[in-house]
């Protein structure tokens, strides 16, 4: 099993910047890629970035890219969202989610293991 832990979210204004931590345990050897989705009420999570756990490749949804980075401290088993100019709809609970699968995959069934999430609001 593997553990997912965020935070960093909280309430900013427009065109503000959040970071955004999680802090994978437990059997991260297992780990082959790490990925941030996010959710609104009533709609689907969404990816919004994601990366390899042993490096080489990030990948990020088209609404994201350009203002969000994806990067991971390996020593501290951490992996970082940082979210630059953002918008009111970048609002949403934002989870941090792992997958076995040495890639990075755009859709929630290929993750095997979440995080409880963390709320990002952002203000007009």
């Known amino acids: 099993q593997v553990q997912l832990v965020e935070s960093g979210g909280g309430l900013v204004q427009a065109g503000s910047s959040l970071r955004l931590s999680c802090v994978a345990s437990g059997r991260t050897f297992n780990v082959g890629a790490l990925a941030w989705f996010r959710q609104d009420p009533g709609k689907d999570r969404e990816f919004v970035a994601g990366?390899?756990?042993?490096?080489?490749?990030?990948r990020y949804a088209d609404s994201v890219q350009g203002r969000f980075t994806i990067s991971r401290d390996i020593a501290k088993s951490t992996v970082y969202l940082q979210m630059n100019n953002l918008k009111p709809e970048d609002t949403a609970v934002y989870y941090c989610?792992?997958?076995?699968?040495?890639?990075?995959?755009?859709?929630?069934?290929?993750?095997?293991?979440w995080g409880q999430g963390t709320q990002v609001t952002v203000s007009s």
């Open positions: 989610a792992a997958s076995s699968f040495r890639i990075v995959a755009i859709t929630t069934q290929e993750y095997h293991y």
């Open positions: 990366l390899r756990w042993g490096g080489g490749t990030t």
